[in-house]
């Protein structure tokens, strides 16, 4: 099992491009979620999703959007990329918010 | 939204020293978990341990949940034990892990 992937592992955007972040997990979890990383600060939670065809909001949403048509993946897309929402974002993976959760990588993302 | 703290925030060790890290949150959970984050950044899996005790080699972690806290042993510590140790819950009436501050750790040979 390759776990819990995330592409690209870093980028560089300008000011009002956008683009999407990719997460696909093969283990079969039903739930997803996306957060971020911001220096000294613990993870927070931006969307996620409980199923295929279900999401919804976390915390800082503002300028994310989410979608989940299969149980594997689950991109999150910046629409309009601003240089706050320069971070290290995660995806993670479970089989439900009761058990364990697994992290990727991470996608380091710069806005300039 | 529940709340979770981590004490100290940071900790120097040298190596060969044994150390305790503490979480303490708010409201009652069914989810707790501790994480290290090495200096690559990458978060790994130490614990799922929403109650009682479990050792994994030199570390181990306890939580009491009728006291809202939980404590992570670290023993003989390394320098590859350096990086960041968060605890992150999901309370009872949550949907998704809440992370404290993190604790910082230092091992110098």
């Known amino acids: 099992n390759a776990g819990v992937t995330q592409t690209p592992k870093f980028q560089v955007l300008k000011t009002g491009q956008s683009m999407t972040l990719q997460c696909a997990q093969d283990?079969?979890?039903?739930?997803m979620s996306w957060y971020r990383q911001d220096p000294g600060m613990g993870l927070r939670l931006i969307h996620y999703?409980?199923?295929?065809?279900?999401?919804d909001q976390g915390e800082v949403p503002n300028g994310y959007n989410v979608s989940r048509s299969t149980t594997e993946d689950f991109p999150l897309r910046l629409l309009s990329a601003a240089p706050s929402q320069t971070s290290v974002y995660f995806c993670?993976?479970?089989?439900?918010?009761?058990?364990?959760?697994?992290f990727g990588p991470g996608t380091r993302l710069t806005v300039l | 939204g529940i709340q979770v703290e981590q004490s100290p925030p940071d900790l120097i060790l040298q190596e060969g020293a044994n150390s305790t890290l503490r979480c303490n949150f708010s409201?009652?959970?069914?989810?707790l978990q501790w994480f290290h984050q090495n200096p690559w950044g990458q978060l790994i899996n130490l614990f799922y341990i929403p109650s009682g005790t479990k050792q994994n080699g030199r570390l181990s972690a306890t939580t009491v949940a009728t006291e809202r806290y939980s404590l992570l042993y670290i023993s003989s510590s390394q320098t590859t034990d350096s990086g960041v140790y968060f605890c992150?819950?999901?309370?009872?009436?949550?949907?998704?892990?809440?992370f404290g501050k993190g604790t910082s750790l230092l091992v110098t040979p």
């Open positions: 993670a993976s479970s089989y439900s918010t009761l058990l364990e959760q697994f």
């Open positions: 992150a819950v999901i309370s009872n009436s949550g949907y998704a892990l809440n």
């Open positions: 999703s409980v199923g295929a065809g279900i999401t």
């Open positions: 283990m079969n979890h039903e739930y």
């Open positions: 409201d009652s959970v069914n989810n």
